[in-house]
C-alpha cells in the first residue's frame, strides 16, 4: 500500500555532520551555536532581534514574562489554536480570554477582539492560522488604540509575510516552533522575535536565570549572582546545530510547500462537500503549513470516518484543531475561563476540517494521488 505521511522532517548529511560535530565539542548549550542560529534566523527575516528557546510554548512564556503580564490580567486568544497559545498566558498567572475566529480563514475576528477588550486586557495573541497572516493592520490599530501589546504566535508561519514584512515583526513579540512537523526543526525548539532590542535583551536574561553574568563573562567559573526572577528556557547547541543547517534549506522547503498546495488545489477543484482554506490574501504571503479541506456543514459529522478512511489507504492527515480550545475538558472544567462571547465559528472548522500535508517531502505526483483519494472518499461516504 502507497504510504504518504501528513508530515516529515527532512534531515540531510549536513545536519548529521554538523550534529555529530556539536556532540563531539566541549559545549552543549550557552554556546556560540545558538548565537549563530539567531543571527541566521534575523538574516532570514531580513530584521529584527532573536533569541532562541526550548520550544515554541516557551518563547510565548517567556515574551509574557518580559512583557510583565500576570496575576489579575487578561490576554485575548482565538478559540481556534493549540492548547499552548493559551497555556502560556496561565504559565504567567494571566487570564486567556477565548474569542472566535473568521470563518473563510480560521484566523483571529478583530470585530471579537474588540468586544473583548476590558480594563484588565494587557495584551493580544494572534494566531496566524495554518500559516496564512492575520489582518495585522487592524489588529495594531486595535492595540494601540487600547494601549495593548501585541504577541504574534508563528508556530505555523515560518516565511509568512505581510506586506513584506515577516511575521512575528509586528507585533511586540513573534514566537515560532521547530516541531518535528514544522517548516524546519530543531527537534524540540523555539525561537522569540522582536522588533525592539530591548525586549529580546531582556528575555535573553529571563530565559536563563537572570545572571547577572553570562557563562562567558564570569572571570571565576561558577561566580554570579541573580539579579531578577528567571527561568530555564533556553536551546541545547544540539538543537541549534540542526537549525542552522535547516535554515539554509528553508527557502526551497517554502517554495515546494506552496506549489504543492497549488497542484493539490487545481486537482481538487470545487466540490459539492466543501472547499480548501485559501493559502493566501491581499497583501500577505502564506507560510503554507498544511491544505485545510472543510466540510460543508451538513456532512460535519462524518468529518472522522473521512480521516479514518484517507488513513487506512495510506494518507496520512491531520486536524487542526481538534476543538474549540475553551470547549476543550480541561477549559470547559473553568467557567471564568471557557466563556465570553459566542466562538461558533471555531466550533464549526475544528469539527469539520481535514488537513492534508503539502510538506516538500511530498511530489505532484503524491499531491495529485491525495486529490483524487479526497474525491474519492467523499463521494463514497457522503453521496
Known amino acids: 500500500m502507497r504510504k504518504i505521511e501528513f508530515a516529515r522532517p527532512i534531515i540531510g548529511e549536513e545536519e548529521k555532520q554538523a550534529v555529530m560535530e556539536c556532540l563531539n565539542s ?28 526550548s520550544s515554541a510554548t516557551t518563547a510565548l512564556q517567556l515574551a509574557y514574562l518580559t512583557l510583565g503580564i ?27 480570554v477565548f474569542v472566535d475566529v473568521n470563518l473563510h480563514d480560521g484566523n483571529i475576528s478583530v470585530d471579537q477582539v474588540i468586544q473583548a477588550i476590558t480594563p484588565k486586557t494587557k495584551a493580544i495573541c494572534v494566531v496566524h492560522f495554518l500559516g496564512v497572516p492575520v489582518d495585522m493592520n487592524e489588529i495594531i490599530k486595535v492595540a494601540k488604540s ?58 535573553k536574561k529571563i530565559k536563563a536565570f537572570y545572571y547577572d553574568k553570562n557563562v562567558g563573562d564570569r572571570k571565576i567559573p561558577g561566580l554570579y549572582d541573580i539579579v531578577g526572577f528567571g527561568l530555564n528556557l533556553r536551546m541545547s547547541e544540539i538543537a541549534a546545530t540542526l537549525g542552522i543547517a535547516q535554515l539554509k534549506r528553508v527557502k526551497g522547503f517554502l517554495e515546494k510547500r506552496k506549489h504543492n498546495y497549488e497542484v493539490l488545489d487545481q486537482n481538487i477543484g470545487i466540490s459539492k462537500f466543501g472547499n480548501l482554506l485559501p493559502n493566501s490574501r491581499s497583501g500577505a504571503e502564506s507560510a503554507n503549513y498544511c491544505a485545510s479541506f472543510v466540510l460543508k456543514p451538513e ?4 468529518r472522522n470516518t473521512i480521516a479514518s478512511q484517507m488513513n487506512e489507504i495510506g494518507i496520512g492527515t491531520s486536524i487542526y ?63
Open 26 to 53: 566541549p559545549q552543549l548549550v550557552h554556546g556560540p551555536r545558538s548565537l549563530e542560529f539567531e543571527e541566521s534566523f534575523v538574516a532570514f527575516m531580513g530584521g529584527g532581534f532573536a533569541t532562541s528557546t
Open 146 to 203: 487600547n494601549d495593548l501589546y501585541v504577541v504574534e504566535d508563528c508556530a505555523l508561519a515560518l516565511g509568512a509575510r505581510v506586506e513584506g514584512k515577516h511575521v512575528g515583526l509586528i507585533g511586540d513579540f513573534g514566537a515560532f516552533s521547530f516541531y518535528p512537523a514544522k517548516h524546519i526543526t530543531t527537534g524540540e525548539g523555539g525561537m522569540l522575535v522582536s522588533k525592539e532590542s530591548d525586549l529580546i535583551n531582556l528575555s
Open 70 to 96: 500576570g496575576s489579575g490580567d487578561e490576554v485575548i486568544v482565538p478559540s481556534l489554536t493549540h492548547v499552548a497559545t493559551a497555556n502560556a498566558v496561565l504559565s504567567v498567572g494571566a487570564k486567556p
Open 299 to 302: 456532512f460535519t459529522e462524518k
Open 321 to 383: 484543531y481538534p476543538i474549540a480550545l475553551p470547549l476543550s475538558t480541561f477549559y470547559k472544567s473553568k467557567p471564568a475561563l471557557s466563556k465570553t462571547i459566542s466562538y461558533n465559528n471555531a466550533f464549526y472548522v475544528s469539527n469539520s476540517n481535514i488537513a492534508l500535508g503539502v510538506g516538500p517531502h511530498l511530489e505532484d505526483d503524491d499531491m495529485r494521488y491525495i486529490a483524487e483519494n479526497l474525491t474519492a472518499v467523499l463521494e463514497k461516504v457522503l453521496a
